[in-house]
């Protein structure tokens, strides 16, 4: 099985993208994040033809997540139980979303960015965050031989190498010790980040800004990543990150990330 996640930051701009992507890579669930439309917008069509059922949470042209998948798509659920609202009135914002794909448990997770240190949002993706790791440890705990993946953008270097210049990130978020602390809680949980295992090389991005030549200059981030419970894990055999969807006409600012499992 072949599992892939992608912030596509607009599904309409960039549909030929996605869709030259899955069938050249052959993947058979696809997690994106970022779609920017409401469920009712989603190009389902073009990927319902190449055999793919989809799932969608959108409520406007911000945020936005989706999985397809070739090999059955069941259980879905919008929302993580707990998830927390923004705004206000509160809002339980489309930023995941579950669904069981050839056995495996599929979180699609687009987690709040934060904006800036001061800003309410940062302590909402805190909040968002926590919440997650609750909920995702008592999964484990309820089944230790769940087969399931917490897939996509998570708006957190975990690493100082995962960032082009530490020292441009200074005061900004996404490299904050408490996000970090944040992000390692799921391992704390038994979750395994498993593209850093596989790829573990510094200043390897997932990220480039599309300002002042970032790409082409490799000044970029590593924030899309994949936590695996330890049944998952095992059957890791290769991770990719995908660089070559950066190049080209109209590309997202992030990239694929694909997981191949052993049967």
């Known amino acids: 099985m072949r599992l892939a996640t992608w912030n596509i930051n607009s599904i309409r701009a960039r ?21 920017k439309c409401k469920d009712d917008q989603f190009p389902r069509e073009p990927f319902e033809q190449l055999g793919y059922e989809v799932v969608t949470s959108g409520f406007s042209q911000w945020n936005g997540v989706a999985i397809l998948s070739r090999v059955g798509l069941a259980d879905v659920e919008v929302g993580f139980p707990g998830q927390p609202t923004f705004g206000d009135p509160g809002v339980v914002e489309a930023r995941a979303l579950g669904a069981t794909c050839g056995g495996v448990r599929v979180w699609s997770l687009y987690v709040p960015n934060g904006r800036d240190l001061a800003d309410p949002h940062y302590a909402y993706k805190l909040d968002w965050l926590a919440r997650l790791r609750d909920q995702a440890g008592q999964w484990l705990a309820d089944d230790p031989g769940l087969q399931a993946a917490l897939v996509g953008d998570w708006n957190i270097a975990p690493l100082d190498t995962d960032v082009w210049d530490l020292e441009f990130f200074a005061g900004k978020t996404h490299v904050t010790p408490a996000e970090r602390e944040a992000f390692r809680a799921f ?77």
């Open 187 to 263: 391992a704390e949980a038994g979750w395994t980040e498993v593209s850093r295992e596989h790829v573990p090389a510094e200043h390897t991005y997932t990220y480039w800004d599309y300002q002042q030549l970032r790409f082409p200059k490799n000044q970029g981030m590593r924030i899309d990543l994949t936590y695996a419970t330890p049944a998952l894990a095992a059957r890791v055999t290769g991770v990719s990150i995908e660089r070559v969807e950066r190049k080209g006409k109209t590309p997202s600012d992030h990239v694929p990330v694909v997981l191949d499992l052993a049967d």
């Open 15 to 35: 549909l030929d993208r996605a869709l030259a992507f899955v069938e050249r890579s052959g993947v058979d669930v696809l997690a994106l994040q970022e779609t």
